[in-house]
Nanobody, 115 residues
């Protein structure tokens, strides 16, 4: 059983910053990919950023230069530093971890960017 717990969401003004955290627990392969996805109302879930256990990263073009993904492997913890937030970043943000045929999701944390 694998559990993912996100935290750090909230309401922030445009141009502001937030830091999301995701802690994974359970039987997890040491070789895996962790990622942040988001889903806005009425839209499909989309990849925001992903990081492998080796440290390789992928970002959605819309967040390049504004968001930074990182992780601490020994703690099975992943972070998303979000700067220069825009109203279009408003969404539920979900943590994901996957390896081989396994794929797990967190419950999500809401990020709202509004003045």
């Amino acid at each position: 059983q694998v559990q993912l717990v996100e935290s750090g969401g909230g309401l922030v003004d445009p141009g502001g910053s937030l830091r999301l955290s995701c802690v994974a627990s359970g039987s997890i392969s040491s070789t895996n990919s962790m990622g942040w996805y988001r889903q806005a109302l009425g839209k499909q879930r989309e990849l925001v950023a992903e990081i492998t256990s080796e440290g390789s990263t992928v970002y959605a073009e819309s967040v390049l230069g504004r968001f930074t993904i990182s992780r601490v492997n020994v703690k099975n913890t992943m972070y998303l530093e979000m700067n220069s937030l825009k109203p279009e970043d408003t969404a539920a943000y979900y943590c994901n971890i996957r390896w081989d045929r396994y794929n797990y999701w967190g419950q999500g944390t809401q990020v709202t960017v509004s003045s």
